[in-house]
């Protein structure tokens, strides 16, 4: 059947040797006449071929048939959980899931297709958790984007409202460090930038003490007892895995009146959920009662501050 054509192969559901009905498995002798008897819709190829097929080229195109079958079956397996992650979350599915944005997703994760990208969902290469993650803050972007903003003039403060007051120094730029994002009460140290004013780092910050090695740069720098200003916090939320579990984390922030900068979320085997925050806070004193409010959520057994190591 596949020495005709492969379809011809992928359609055959018997044969007739010499006139009569015979087993695929029969041995042909020479002088044989052969019949391929086929279906109408295309049911492929059965595994047991591959223990009694004679050609190598019927051997290759009933792997190939098996090989395509599996990854369609892992395509429409990862298609259906990115979906159900999405309903689990809350998220609006029509929205998140045209193959444009999919596209996007695929490309931004290194897949050179959205094909390749939902196989390597469906075999367990890459989580649902992530792809959904980075849909999500596709979207906030491209909403940012389209938002008329008038363009910001940058303002250097005057002295009396920094929150960080530099030794010796009235005219210095200051800045708190993102790689480590310092808040009152924090143990901290300045860098001399070029540029761009005073860094301020925490003080077991990796960067800090990489800028050891400079030390005419470092500066003394302290907290301005009682100014309030806006920081940024990282925190950490671990839960039981559920539907709808980054809504309610994201809303329980949003009642506290924080400004979400950036969210993130994976999930282990053993189904607990961690869930990464990054927003803005005025008063740093405000903290305790945002992860007090955050660990009343249902599911969260723990929310903690984000700090280096």
């Known amino acids: ?10 359609h055959c559901i ?11 498995d029969e041995r042909l002798t020479s002088g044989d006449t052969v019949e391929i008897v086929t279906s109408k819709v295309a049911k492929g190829p059965s595994r047991d071929w591959l223990e009694f097929v004679a050609s190598p080229r019927a051997r290759n195109k009933i792997r190939q048939w098996f090989s395509r079958e599996r990854r369609e079956d892992a395509i429409d397996t990862g298609r259906d959980m990115l979906q159900r992650e999405l309903r689990r979350e809350g998220l609006p599915l029509k929205r998140l899931t045209t193959e444009e944005t999919l596209g996007r997703v695929a490309a931004d994760l290194k897949y050179p297709s959205l ?15 992530s792809v959904v993650v980075r849909l ?4 906030s972007q491209e909403e940012e984007e389209v938002a008329e903003v008038p363009p910001a003039r940058p303002v250097q403060l005057d ?3 920094r929150p960080v007051l530099v030794a010796g120094a009235d005219d210095l730029w200051v800045n708190l460090a993102r790689c480590c994002t310092p808040v ?19 003080a077991d910050c990796p960067n800090a003490r990489s800028l050891t090695s400079q030390p005419d740069r470092i500066i003394d720098v302290t907290w301005r007892s009682g100014k309030g200003t806006s920081f940024i916090v990282a925190i950490q939320v671990e839960a039981l895995d559920r539907k709808k579990l980054l809504g309610d984390v994201a809303t329980a922030l949003s009642e506290q009146q924080v400004n979400i900068l950036s ?10 959920a961690r869930l990464r925050f990054t927003f803005e806070l005025a008063d740093i004193t405000h903290l305790a009662g945002v992860l007090q409010s ?4 249902d599911a969260v057994y723990d929310a903690y501050r984000v700090v280096p190591g």
Do not use: C, W
């Open 159 to 161: 002295r009396q409202d």
């Open 184 to 202: 009152p009460g924090d143990e901290i140290v300045g860098f001399v930038t070029r540029g761009r004013g005073v860094s301020v780092h925490r």
């Open 294 to 297: 955050v660990k009343k959520v």
């Open 263 to 272: 969210a993130a979320s994976t999930v282990g085997k053993d189904r607990v």
């Open 1 to 10: 059947a596949y020495a005709i054509h492969t379809e011809v192969g992928h």
């Open 136 to 139: 999500t803050r596709l979207i």
């Open 115 to 129: 094909d390749a990208m939902l196989v390597a969902i469906g075999e367990g290469h890459v989580s649902p958790q």
């Open 14 to 24: 018997g044969a007739r040797i010499n006139g009569n009905m015979a087993r695929l």
